[in-house]
């Protein structure tokens, strides 16, 4: 149980001037994260914890598609990156270089690919040694010119990174499926995925000559996409042509524009990166090949970020239960600490996470409106009112429903809002 | 369950000819870590567990403190360390700087004092608002001329850093006494607890103008302290003189020169970074104070490194059972998987994580090798003679002890090693 009166941040009561998107501005407000820069934010006590919970989340599907975690480094050695042509400023505008005490430069890592291949020739020289499946939680660096949307584009962020390495062709698109399976997992589990939309994009090295993007549908969204609701398919605008249509076998007439955020993307990278940094395997009559790679992203902040948009009310912020910073926000009015303790010990016994307000010097519309502002699934209210008719009050935060249980005997589980 | 024959890494014959610390080359010999750039390491995913574990037990005792958990960013705007003085070369000569493409430079964190502290500034107005403790696990980036010692000095390198924001000395000094206890607990939790002191080194801006050390007996340390082992006290080298030893109540027959690695720190800032960034505080009287800050940090890897240098043996990596990979490798001889599969799932079902040597390749004492090389607590055999006695056996990595244990009806727990 966190105590309100506890928690270092606070609430404020307008949303701050300099943001434009309405995910930081909400976040702020509320008191998840704290704009450091453009483009670069603190996750603050709440907002770690909705993190945190994504986090966990991606982590379970990459372990149940057999893939092992590691940690990659941030400082990027460029002798690495001149194998793939990648240092240069020309190839890749956005990296911040800095420069080394000892002598020379060091890249602040955007992305990891040439790191694991190379790592990986140290490990891998035959087919018994394939596939693998290698993933890592570490921040990212993009020195962007501009930063916008908040905390879904900026110049710091976590990312999960996912690297497929493949055989064959064959077991490249088999992986491929799955991980798009478990990328369709992760955004159901977060709510998302009744609006979110496999999208083919441009790129890709392969057969279809196309990339995935995973997009969530937001009137906020910085894509353009054209969607299939019957198939639960879409194409990015890059790349709607007649041509493209006809490829995918869909349907102008059926197909709608929508606005939409990129919360996901999985792509083929071929043997670009092996061929570059010399990751070759010998087949199983013993020819030497390039290992053939995919790559599959997931920011964290842009899916917080997402789910900030889409489901915000215009009293504040709504969280799936499955990221919520906690279960419920339990409201104790007019000094009834006693009773609201019982209702805190029970729902701990459930294991319902407990936000706690207990502030003191807060009106009970104070109380409620930062409720509403927080956005945790359920809010419990404790009051002399509710004492006296021997009930506690509790609330669901997306549909506002209310509903009354017994103040003694009482059990969240008895709670039934269909 | 992990599949030895599905984990990535493969150990190695030989330790790494270019590490000097036996820290660096056992992990990388072992397949836990792999190194990137002089002084900056990958950590493979045995190498992640071990990490993640050492993250766990320090979170727990940050929250049993009812310390708050956040991320602070890496990116780091000048003007808040031009306020402090700390943004200048000749002040702090170890900055990562790097230039915005939108124009000016940008700091790649190298600790946390100025951005926690400002960002508090919008947070604490008043009494009631204090005391605060907050910490996170963030890299940390040093621009260092050499890198030596492993894991243990690096580059780049995860640390807890925890920050204490209190109204008052006393109130200050009664935190930092249940920091340092928090600390010893953790290093006792890591099995370090007999070789771990309490040692007093220079600095500090309060009373005694000392600050804590916490420094772990080893013969490959950097550190010269002096011991007291009856007072289980230490005096750091730099400050061991006949004044100071008087100061203490010490006495310097009774203290014994040691090699030692710093596993953790502790020190008292008091009001000059709040000065720096204007974080005051209205007292119950009204008047306007600055707040009184501690610092309290542990390194990540250092203390992992730590861990195998202190407890290593001629054969490898010895885990503290806290922090191990796995709790259990388990090694398959002579076909016997199927009785194999039974003693892994008993285990599993008594909550014990195995690492399973299921490699068909590998001759027995190639296993027995790894297993002793990798350094898991138990190693659990099953093989055609354990199989024909209807016995496993079980041997302990620290002690050597082996002890045989009914095949059918196996019990983990009626291990009996006192």
Same mark, same amino acid.
């Given at each position: ?213 995973? =997009?969530? *549908?937001?009137?906020? @969204?910085?894509?353009?996409? +054209?969607? $299939?609701? #019957?198939? &639960?398919? /879409?194409?990015? !605008? ?106 805190? =010990?029970? *729902?701990?016994?459930? @294991?319902?996470?407990?936000? +706690?307000? $207990?502030? #003191?010097? &807060?009106? /009970?519309?104070? !109380? ?51």
């Amino acid at each position: 149980m966190q105590r309100m009166s506890q928690l270092f941040t606070k609430t404020r009561r307008e949303a701050p001037k300099d943001e434009q998107s309405r995910n930081a501005q909400l976040l702020i407000q509320a008191g998840f994260i704290h704009k450091e820069m453009a483009g670069v934010y603190t996750y603050l006590p709440l907002g770690f914890r909705v993190f945190k919970n994504i986090e966990e989340i991606i982590r379970e599907e990459m372990n149940a598609l057999g893939a092992e975690e590691v940690l990659l480094t941030t400082l990027q050695d460029p002798a690495l990156w001149q194998k793939s042509g990648r240092w240069d400023d020309a190839v890749v505008d956005n990296w911040f270089k800095s420069k080394l005490t000892s002598g020379g430069e060091v890249g602040i890592a955007n992305t990891h690919e040439e790191p694991l291949t190379a790592l990986l020739t140290h490990f891998v020289s035959s087919y018994k040694d394939l596939p693998l499946y290698i993933y890592q939680f570490q921040t990212k660096f993009r020195n962007e010119l501009r930063a916008k949307s908040g905390i879904m584009r900026t110049r710091e962020f976590m990312m999960k990174d996912l690297y497929s390495f493949s055989r064959s062709e064959e077991e490249f698109k088999q992986f491929y499926e799955q991980c798009a399976e478990a990328y369709m997992k992760i955004f159901e589990r977060m709510g998302l995925g009744a609006l979110t939309y496999r999208t083919f994009a441009a790129g890709g090295s392969f057969t279809t000559g196309f990339t995935d993007e995973f =997009q969530t *549908l937001s009137a906020s @969204g910085e894509d353009t996409i +054209y969607i $299939d609701t #019957e198939k &639960k398919i /879409a194409i990015n !605008k890059e790349i709607y042509t007649d041509e493209t249509i006809a490829q995918l076998g869909l349907d102008k007439d059926t197909m709608t524009e929508k606005k939409s955020i990129e919360v996901g993307n999985i792509f083929p990278l071929g043997t670009k990166y092996a061929e570059a940094m010399g990751l070759r395997f010998r087949d199983e009559e013993g020819n030497e090949k390039p290992v053939i790679m995919g790559s599959y992203g997931i920011g964290l902040g842009r899916l917080m970020g997402a789910v900030v948009e889409v489901f915000a009310d215009n009293r504040g912020i709504i969280w799936p239960a499955s990221i919520a910073p906690y279960d419920a926000h339990v409201v104790v009015l007019d000094g009834k600490e006693e009773e609201t303790a019982h209702i805190i =010990q029970e *729902l701990e016994r459930a @294991g319902i996470e407990v936000l +706690y307000d $207990d502030r #003191e010097d &807060k009106s /009970a519309g104070e !109380k409620f409106a930062d409720a509403d502002l927080i956005g945790i699934p359920w809010r419990i209210v404790v009051s002399k009112r509710t004492v006296e008719q021997n009930q506690v009050e509790v609330k669901e935060r997306s549909g506002g429903k209310m509903q009354l249980l017994p103040l003694d005997n009482f059990q969240f589980s008895s709670l039934n809002f269909q």
